[in-house]
Protein backbone atom coordinates (compact mmCIF):
# COMPACT_ATOMS: atom_id res chain seq x y z
CA UNK A 1 0.00 0.00 0.00
CA UNK A 2 1.40 3.00 -1.10
CA UNK A 3 0.45 6.58 0.46
CA UNK A 4 -1.08 9.11 -2.36
CA UNK A 5 0.61 12.36 -1.80
CA UNK A 6 -1.11 15.12 -3.51
CA UNK A 7 -0.64 18.96 -3.71
CA UNK A 8 -3.42 19.65 -0.81
CA UNK A 9 -1.76 17.38 1.61
CA UNK A 10 1.95 19.04 1.23
CA UNK A 11 3.04 21.19 4.05
CA UNK A 12 5.08 24.28 3.36
CA UNK A 13 5.56 27.98 4.56
CA UNK A 14 2.20 29.37 2.76
CA UNK A 15 0.70 26.34 1.72
CA UNK A 16 0.67 24.50 5.25
CA UNK A 17 -1.44 24.90 8.37
CA UNK A 18 -1.03 24.56 11.27
CA UNK A 19 -4.86 24.34 12.87
CA UNK A 20 -4.06 26.04 16.33
CA UNK A 21 -2.03 29.39 14.61
CA UNK A 22 -3.66 31.85 11.98
CA UNK A 23 -1.09 33.60 9.55
CA UNK A 24 -0.52 37.32 9.28
CA UNK A 25 -1.17 38.25 5.32
CA UNK A 26 -1.31 41.34 3.69
CA UNK A 27 -5.20 42.41 2.53
CA UNK A 28 -4.25 43.37 -1.06
CA UNK A 29 -7.66 43.69 -2.35
CA UNK A 30 -11.23 43.84 -1.34
CA UNK A 31 -14.73 43.53 -2.67
CA UNK A 32 -16.70 43.63 0.27
CA UNK A 33 -17.04 40.45 1.55
CA UNK A 34 -14.39 38.46 -0.15
CA UNK A 35 -10.28 39.50 -0.34
CA UNK A 36 -7.07 38.87 -1.21
CA UNK A 37 -4.37 38.32 0.98
CA UNK A 38 -0.38 38.11 0.56
CA UNK A 39 2.63 36.71 2.08
CA UNK A 40 5.87 36.20 0.60
CA UNK A 41 4.58 36.55 -2.86
CA UNK A 42 1.84 33.85 -2.43
CA UNK A 43 -1.93 35.00 -2.84
CA UNK A 44 -4.69 33.66 -1.40
CA UNK A 45 -8.43 34.24 -1.27
CA UNK A 46 -9.97 34.73 2.31
CA UNK A 47 -13.15 35.54 3.43
CA UNK A 48 -13.85 39.00 5.16
CA UNK A 49 -17.17 38.23 6.61
CA UNK A 50 -15.38 38.09 10.52
CA UNK A 51 -13.29 41.24 9.78
CA UNK A 52 -15.54 43.71 7.85
CA UNK A 53 -13.52 46.84 8.91
CA UNK A 54 -9.99 45.30 7.26
CA UNK A 55 -9.02 47.68 4.81
CA UNK A 56 -6.42 47.00 1.47
CA UNK A 57 -2.80 47.35 3.00
CA UNK A 58 -3.94 45.80 6.78
CA UNK A 59 -2.82 42.67 8.16
CA UNK A 60 -5.19 40.42 8.92
CA UNK A 61 -4.88 36.96 10.77
CA UNK A 62 -5.50 34.01 8.18
CA UNK A 63 -6.59 30.74 9.23
CA UNK A 64 -8.27 28.36 6.88
CA UNK A 65 -9.33 30.35 4.33
CA UNK A 66 -10.79 33.06 6.66
CA UNK A 67 -9.68 36.30 8.22
CA UNK A 68 -10.45 35.94 11.89
CA UNK A 69 -8.49 39.08 12.99
CA UNK A 70 -6.45 41.97 12.41
CA UNK A 71 -2.72 42.41 13.87
CA UNK A 72 -0.08 45.24 13.02
CA UNK A 73 2.94 45.05 10.85
CA UNK A 74 5.41 44.65 13.94
CA UNK A 75 3.12 41.72 15.43
CA UNK A 76 2.78 40.12 11.99
CA UNK A 77 6.42 40.01 11.53
CA UNK A 78 7.35 38.52 14.38
CA UNK A 79 4.95 35.52 13.85
CA UNK A 80 5.94 35.33 10.20
CA UNK A 81 9.44 34.45 11.98
CA UNK A 82 7.86 32.20 14.15
CA UNK A 83 6.25 30.36 11.55
CA UNK A 84 9.40 30.51 8.90
CA UNK A 85 11.24 29.09 11.72
CA UNK A 86 8.37 26.54 11.84
CA UNK A 87 8.35 25.43 8.13
CA UNK A 88 12.08 24.83 8.33
CA UNK A 89 11.31 22.19 11.52
CA UNK A 90 8.57 20.31 9.42
CA UNK A 91 11.29 19.82 6.04
CA UNK A 92 13.58 18.59 8.50
CA UNK A 93 11.48 16.27 10.04
CA UNK B 1 15.12 37.00 26.05
CA UNK B 2 18.47 36.77 28.30
CA UNK B 3 16.41 40.14 30.69
CA UNK B 4 13.44 37.78 30.63
CA UNK B 5 14.55 34.89 31.81
CA UNK B 6 16.90 37.24 34.06
CA UNK B 7 13.90 38.18 35.48
CA UNK B 8 11.86 34.64 35.87
CA UNK B 9 15.38 33.31 37.65
CA UNK B 10 14.53 36.33 39.90
CA UNK B 11 11.11 35.89 40.91
CA UNK B 12 11.47 32.13 40.79
CA UNK B 13 14.40 32.25 43.62
CA UNK B 14 11.38 33.60 45.98
CA UNK B 15 9.02 30.98 45.10
CA UNK B 16 7.98 28.26 48.36
CA UNK B 17 7.37 25.36 46.21
CA UNK B 18 7.65 23.93 42.43
CA UNK B 19 5.65 25.25 40.27
CA UNK B 20 3.74 23.82 37.22
CA UNK B 21 2.08 25.59 34.15
CA UNK B 22 0.48 23.79 31.46
CA UNK B 23 -0.23 25.49 27.92
CA UNK B 24 -3.12 24.07 25.62
CA UNK B 25 -1.78 25.32 22.15
CA UNK B 26 0.15 23.23 19.60
CA UNK B 27 1.87 26.04 18.66
CA UNK B 28 2.77 27.10 22.04
CA UNK B 29 4.11 23.22 22.42
CA UNK B 30 6.15 23.56 19.30
CA UNK B 31 7.77 26.97 20.48
CA UNK B 32 8.60 25.55 23.61
CA UNK B 33 10.10 22.11 22.18
CA UNK B 34 12.06 24.52 19.28
CA UNK B 35 13.30 27.16 21.65
CA UNK B 36 14.58 24.53 24.11
CA UNK B 37 12.62 26.74 26.54
CA UNK B 38 12.18 24.15 29.50
CA UNK B 39 15.96 23.51 29.86
CA UNK B 40 15.93 27.41 30.60
CA UNK B 41 13.51 27.44 33.21
CA UNK B 42 14.58 28.21 36.84
CA UNK B 43 14.61 24.67 39.15
CA UNK B 44 11.17 26.05 40.21
CA UNK B 45 9.34 26.21 36.99
CA UNK B 46 7.93 23.38 35.13
CA UNK B 47 6.02 23.50 31.62
CA UNK B 48 4.24 20.67 30.81
CA UNK B 49 1.63 20.58 27.58
CA UNK B 50 -1.74 20.04 27.61
CA UNK B 51 -4.40 18.83 25.21
CA UNK B 52 -3.67 21.74 22.66
CA UNK B 53 -3.27 20.07 19.41
CA UNK B 54 -6.73 19.52 17.65
CA UNK B 55 -6.29 16.24 15.78
CA UNK B 56 -5.06 14.72 18.44
CA UNK B 57 -7.83 15.24 21.14
CA UNK B 58 -9.72 13.62 17.97
CA UNK B 59 -11.14 10.40 19.47
CA UNK B 60 -10.79 7.00 17.31
CA UNK B 61 -14.64 7.24 17.47
CA UNK B 62 -14.53 10.07 15.02
CA UNK B 63 -12.27 9.35 12.91
CA UNK B 64 -14.22 5.66 12.25
CA UNK B 65 -17.19 7.28 11.46
CA UNK B 66 -15.45 9.37 9.13
CA UNK B 67 -13.75 5.82 7.41
CA UNK B 68 -17.15 4.61 6.97
CA UNK B 69 -18.98 7.61 5.33
CA UNK B 70 -16.15 7.78 3.18
CA UNK B 71 -16.96 4.37 2.08
CA UNK B 72 -20.22 5.34 0.95
CA UNK B 73 -21.40 5.16 -2.49
CA UNK B 74 -21.84 8.77 -3.43
CA UNK B 75 -19.86 10.33 -0.76
CA UNK B 76 -16.85 12.07 -0.43
CA UNK B 77 -15.05 13.12 2.59
CA UNK B 78 -13.34 16.38 2.86
CA UNK B 79 -10.70 17.36 5.59
CA UNK B 80 -8.05 19.12 6.49
CA UNK B 81 -4.29 17.37 5.71
CA UNK B 82 -3.72 17.45 9.91
CA UNK B 83 -6.16 14.26 9.89
CA UNK B 84 -4.70 11.97 7.66
CA UNK B 85 -2.38 9.87 9.28
CA UNK B 86 -4.63 9.99 12.67
CA UNK B 87 -4.81 6.37 13.75
CA UNK B 88 -8.52 5.13 13.78
CA UNK B 89 -9.68 1.57 15.06
CA UNK B 90 -8.75 0.17 11.66
CA UNK B 91 -6.81 2.23 8.91
CA UNK B 92 -5.69 6.26 8.78
CA UNK B 93 -7.54 8.29 6.29
CA UNK B 94 -4.27 8.36 4.15
CA UNK B 95 -4.34 4.42 4.14
CA UNK B 96 -7.92 4.47 3.45
CA UNK B 97 -7.91 6.74 0.74
CA UNK B 98 -5.30 4.50 -0.97
CA UNK B 99 -7.31 2.19 -0.85
CA UNK B 100 -10.49 3.23 -2.36
CA UNK B 101 -12.35 5.62 -0.05
CA UNK B 102 -13.37 8.64 -0.94
CA UNK B 103 -11.22 11.31 1.08
CA UNK B 104 -10.02 14.71 -0.12
CA UNK B 105 -7.74 17.01 1.33
CA UNK B 106 -8.57 20.86 1.84
CA UNK B 107 -7.16 23.66 2.75
CA UNK B 108 -10.50 25.96 3.97
CA UNK B 109 -14.04 24.59 4.50
CA UNK B 110 -14.42 26.80 1.70
CA UNK B 111 -12.68 24.49 -0.60
CA UNK B 112 -15.35 21.89 0.53
CA UNK B 113 -18.11 23.66 -0.34
CA UNK B 114 -16.56 24.66 -4.02
CA UNK B 115 -16.41 20.68 -4.13
CA UNK B 116 -20.24 20.33 -3.27
CA UNK B 117 -21.53 23.33 -5.67
CA UNK B 118 -19.57 21.94 -8.26
CA UNK B 119 -20.70 18.25 -7.97
CA UNK B 120 -24.52 18.14 -6.88
CA UNK B 121 -25.08 14.46 -7.52
CA UNK B 122 -21.86 14.15 -4.61
CA UNK B 123 -22.78 14.14 -0.66
CA UNK B 124 -19.73 15.89 0.59
CA UNK B 125 -19.28 15.46 4.32
CA UNK B 126 -16.67 18.30 6.21
CA UNK B 127 -14.78 17.04 8.74
CA UNK B 128 -15.15 19.58 11.47
CA UNK B 129 -12.56 19.75 13.94
CA UNK B 130 -10.48 21.98 15.72
CA UNK B 131 -10.76 24.38 18.59
CA UNK B 132 -12.25 28.07 18.75
CA UNK B 133 -9.79 29.18 15.82
CA UNK B 134 -11.15 27.18 12.96
CA UNK B 135 -14.97 26.71 14.52
CA UNK B 136 -15.87 30.37 12.82
CA UNK B 137 -14.20 29.06 9.52
CA UNK B 138 -16.40 25.79 9.27
CA UNK B 139 -19.10 28.05 10.48
CA UNK B 140 -18.66 30.68 7.84
CA UNK B 141 -18.83 27.86 5.18
CA UNK B 142 -21.91 26.42 6.40
CA UNK B 143 -23.52 29.82 6.58
CA UNK B 144 -22.68 29.86 2.72
CA UNK B 145 -23.94 26.85 2.22
CA UNK B 146 -27.35 28.10 3.44
CA UNK B 147 -27.54 31.34 2.03
CA UNK B 148 -26.15 29.89 -1.58
CA UNK B 149 -28.59 26.90 -1.56
CA UNK B 150 -25.91 24.13 -1.44
CA UNK B 151 -27.45 20.86 0.09
CA UNK B 152 -25.11 18.51 0.07
CA UNK B 153 -22.53 20.15 2.19
CA UNK B 154 -22.45 18.23 5.43
CA UNK B 155 -20.44 18.40 8.58
CA UNK B 156 -19.52 15.52 11.25
CA UNK B 157 -19.31 17.53 14.00
CA UNK B 158 -16.22 17.11 16.29
CA UNK B 159 -15.22 20.64 17.01
CA UNK B 160 -13.80 21.24 20.41
CA UNK B 161 -13.96 24.31 23.27
CA UNK B 162 -11.23 24.84 25.94
CA UNK B 163 -12.89 25.95 28.99
CA UNK B 164 -15.06 22.36 30.23
CA UNK B 165 -11.55 20.56 29.41
CA UNK B 166 -9.74 22.96 31.55
CA UNK B 167 -11.83 22.59 34.09
CA UNK B 168 -11.14 18.55 34.02
CA UNK B 169 -7.87 19.43 33.98
CA UNK B 170 -7.75 21.82 37.28
CA UNK B 171 -9.79 18.68 39.02
CA UNK B 172 -7.37 16.21 38.21
CA UNK B 173 -5.54 14.87 41.31
CA UNK B 174 -3.03 12.96 39.18
CA UNK B 175 -2.10 16.97 37.83
CA UNK B 176 -1.68 20.05 39.77
CA UNK B 177 -1.52 22.73 37.41
CA UNK B 178 -0.36 26.62 39.17
CA UNK B 179 -1.37 28.27 35.77
CA UNK B 180 -2.52 28.12 32.42
CA UNK B 181 -0.51 29.53 28.87
CA UNK B 182 -3.43 30.76 27.15
CA UNK B 183 -3.50 30.21 23.78
CA UNK B 184 -2.97 33.41 21.27
CA UNK B 185 -5.35 32.65 18.50
CA UNK B 186 -7.79 31.20 20.71
CA UNK B 187 -8.30 34.26 22.20
CA UNK B 188 -8.57 36.31 19.10
CA UNK B 189 -12.04 34.59 18.68
CA UNK B 190 -12.88 34.29 21.91
CA UNK B 191 -11.51 37.21 23.64
CA UNK B 192 -9.54 36.78 26.84
CA UNK B 193 -12.59 37.08 28.92
CA UNK B 194 -13.88 33.68 27.93
CA UNK B 195 -10.95 32.05 30.71
CA UNK B 196 -12.15 34.35 33.80
CA UNK B 197 -13.76 31.27 35.26
CA UNK B 198 -10.15 29.78 35.70
CA UNK B 199 -9.77 32.97 38.72
CA UNK B 200 -13.36 32.90 39.81
CA UNK B 201 -14.10 29.39 39.99
CA UNK B 202 -10.53 28.15 41.49
CA UNK B 203 -8.32 30.99 41.84
CA UNK B 204 -5.89 29.89 38.93
CA UNK B 205 -4.06 32.38 37.19
CA UNK B 206 -4.17 32.64 33.12
CA UNK B 207 -2.27 34.15 30.88
CA UNK B 208 -2.44 35.04 27.39
CA UNK B 209 0.84 34.92 25.37
CA UNK B 210 1.74 35.05 21.51
CA UNK B 211 3.69 32.27 19.88
CA UNK B 212 7.30 33.39 20.01
CA UNK B 213 9.61 31.61 22.12
CA UNK B 214 9.69 35.30 23.52
CA UNK B 215 6.31 35.63 23.99
CA UNK B 216 6.05 32.14 25.96
CA UNK B 217 8.79 33.20 28.68
CA UNK B 218 6.71 36.33 29.13
CA UNK B 219 3.69 34.24 29.58
CA UNK B 220 5.16 32.38 31.95
CA UNK B 221 7.49 35.10 33.63
CA UNK B 222 4.08 36.89 34.65
CA UNK B 223 2.44 33.52 35.57
CA UNK B 224 5.60 32.96 38.06
CA UNK B 225 4.84 36.53 39.15
CA UNK B 226 1.66 36.35 39.92
CA UNK B 227 2.37 33.09 41.81
CA UNK B 228 5.29 34.97 44.09
CA UNK B 229 2.89 38.17 45.15
CA UNK B 230 0.03 36.03 45.62
CA UNK B 231 -2.40 36.70 42.23
CA UNK B 232 -4.19 34.96 40.47
CA UNK B 233 -5.62 36.98 37.30
CA UNK B 234 -5.90 36.61 33.69
CA UNK B 235 -3.75 38.85 32.02
CA UNK B 236 -3.03 39.16 28.23
CA UNK B 237 0.29 39.75 27.37
CA UNK B 238 -0.65 39.37 23.71
CA UNK B 239 -2.52 42.77 23.73
CA UNK B 240 -1.69 43.68 20.62
CA UNK B 241 -3.76 41.61 18.77
CA UNK B 242 -6.26 40.15 21.34
CA UNK B 243 -9.25 42.20 23.34
CA UNK B 244 -11.41 41.32 25.66
CA UNK B 245 -14.19 40.28 23.68
CA UNK B 246 -12.82 38.59 21.00
CA UNK B 247 -14.19 38.85 17.24
CA UNK B 248 -18.10 39.24 18.07
CA UNK B 249 -19.31 38.72 14.34
CA UNK B 250 -17.28 35.54 14.48
CA UNK B 251 -18.31 34.47 17.62
CA UNK B 252 -22.44 35.32 16.43
CA UNK B 253 -22.15 33.12 13.69
CA UNK B 254 -21.01 30.58 15.62
CA UNK B 255 -23.68 31.40 18.23
CA UNK B 256 -26.51 30.96 15.22
CA UNK B 257 -25.04 27.32 13.99
CA UNK B 258 -23.76 25.69 17.11
CA UNK B 259 -25.10 24.92 20.74
CA UNK B 260 -22.54 22.90 23.33
CA UNK B 261 -22.64 19.25 23.57
CA UNK B 262 -20.99 16.23 25.65
CA UNK B 263 -17.72 15.13 23.34
CA UNK B 264 -15.16 12.74 23.89
CA UNK B 265 -11.74 13.51 24.14
CA UNK B 266 -8.57 11.00 23.67
CA UNK B 267 -7.36 10.72 27.10
CA UNK B 268 -10.02 12.54 28.64
CA UNK B 269 -13.29 10.46 27.40
CA UNK B 270 -16.33 12.29 27.76
CA UNK B 271 -15.80 15.96 28.60
CA UNK B 272 -19.67 17.54 29.50
CA UNK B 273 -20.51 20.24 27.64
CA UNK B 274 -17.17 20.50 25.82
CA UNK B 275 -18.13 19.85 22.05
CA UNK B 276 -20.55 21.76 19.75
CA UNK B 277 -23.38 20.37 17.77
CA UNK B 278 -25.16 21.65 15.14
CA UNK B 279 -28.59 23.33 16.84
CA UNK B 280 -31.58 21.17 15.76
CA UNK B 281 -32.94 23.49 13.02
CA UNK B 282 -29.46 22.69 10.77
CA UNK B 283 -29.60 18.79 11.48
CA UNK B 284 -30.16 18.18 7.34
CA UNK B 285 -26.39 19.54 7.63
CA UNK B 286 -25.39 16.78 10.10
CA UNK B 287 -23.62 13.84 8.60
CA UNK B 288 -23.65 12.36 12.17
CA UNK B 289 -27.34 11.24 11.51
CA UNK B 290 -26.13 9.02 8.54
CA UNK B 291 -26.38 5.63 9.76
CA UNK B 292 -22.96 3.78 9.24
CA UNK B 293 -21.62 0.21 10.74
CA UNK B 294 -18.75 1.10 13.38
CA UNK B 295 -15.92 -1.44 14.36
CA UNK B 296 -15.55 -1.11 18.76
CA UNK B 297 -13.20 1.63 19.15
CA UNK B 298 -9.57 0.69 19.55
CA UNK B 299 -6.52 2.91 20.74
CA UNK B 300 -3.24 1.67 19.08
CA UNK B 301 -1.54 -1.12 21.29
CA UNK B 302 1.02 0.65 24.25
CA UNK B 303 0.25 4.28 23.17
CA UNK B 304 0.32 6.38 25.81
CA UNK B 305 -0.87 9.77 24.07
CA UNK B 306 -3.97 9.79 26.23
CA UNK B 307 -1.65 10.74 29.26
CA UNK B 308 0.70 13.17 27.40
CA UNK B 309 -2.72 15.08 26.65
CA UNK B 310 -3.48 14.81 30.03
CA UNK B 311 0.04 16.19 31.28
CA UNK B 312 0.32 12.89 33.69
CA UNK B 313 3.29 12.44 31.47
CA UNK B 314 5.88 13.47 29.57
CA UNK B 315 6.58 11.86 25.52
CA UNK B 316 9.98 9.93 26.98
CA UNK B 317 7.76 7.75 29.66
CA UNK B 318 5.78 6.24 27.07
CA UNK B 319 7.83 2.98 26.23
CA UNK B 320 7.35 3.60 22.54
CA UNK B 321 9.00 6.98 22.48
CA UNK B 322 11.86 6.95 20.59
CA UNK B 323 11.14 2.74 20.28
CA UNK B 324 8.75 1.81 17.50
CA UNK B 325 7.05 5.52 17.59
CA UNK B 326 8.74 8.23 15.85
CA UNK B 327 7.55 10.86 13.34
CA UNK B 328 8.18 8.69 10.48
CA UNK B 329 6.26 5.95 11.19
CA UNK B 330 4.01 7.25 14.47
CA UNK B 331 1.85 4.92 16.44
CA UNK B 332 -0.33 7.51 17.87
CA UNK B 333 -1.78 10.88 17.37
CA UNK B 334 0.85 12.60 19.96
CA UNK B 335 3.54 12.00 16.87
CA UNK B 336 1.47 11.68 14.13
CA UNK B 337 0.83 15.66 13.83
CA UNK B 338 3.34 18.45 13.52
CA UNK B 339 1.51 19.95 16.80
CA UNK B 340 1.56 16.97 18.65
CA UNK B 341 3.41 17.16 22.16
CA UNK B 342 5.34 14.00 21.32
CA UNK B 343 5.77 15.31 17.55
CA UNK B 344 7.68 18.44 19.34
CA UNK B 345 9.47 16.29 21.81
CA UNK B 346 11.13 14.09 19.63
CA UNK B 347 12.12 17.00 17.05
CA UNK B 348 14.06 19.02 19.94
CA UNK B 349 13.97 17.32 23.24
CA UNK B 350 15.27 14.00 23.05
CA UNK B 351 18.03 14.96 24.76
CA UNK B 352 15.64 14.80 28.02
CA UNK B 353 15.38 10.63 26.89
CA UNK B 354 19.68 10.73 26.90
CA UNK B 355 19.38 12.63 30.52
CA UNK B 356 16.82 9.94 31.96
CA UNK B 357 13.71 11.96 31.98
Known sequence: MIPVIRAGGRRGFSGGFQMCLAIPMVLVEKDEFEGVAEVDGVRKKISLMFVPEAEKGEYVLVHAGFAIGQVDAEEAAKTLELLREYSDAMVDL | ?357
Open chain 2, 1 to 357: MAGLLADLRQVAAGLDRRLTFMEVCGTHTHSVAAAGLRRMMPPAVRLISGPGCPVCVTPVEYLDRALALANLPGTLVCTFGDLMRVPSSTLTLEQARAEGAQIEVVYSPRDALVIARDNPDLRVVFLAVGFETTVPTITGALAEAEADGVPNFLLLPGNKTMPQVMRVLVDDPELEVDGFLLPGHVSVVTGWRLFEFLTSDFGISGVVAGFMPTDVAQGVLALTRQAAEGRAEIENVYGRVVSAEGNRHARELVEKYFEPSDEIWRGFGTVPGSGLSLRPQWAHRDASRIAVDLPPPLEPTGCRCGEVLRGVIDPPECPLFDAGCDPDLPVGACMVSSEGTCAAWYRNERWAVERGA
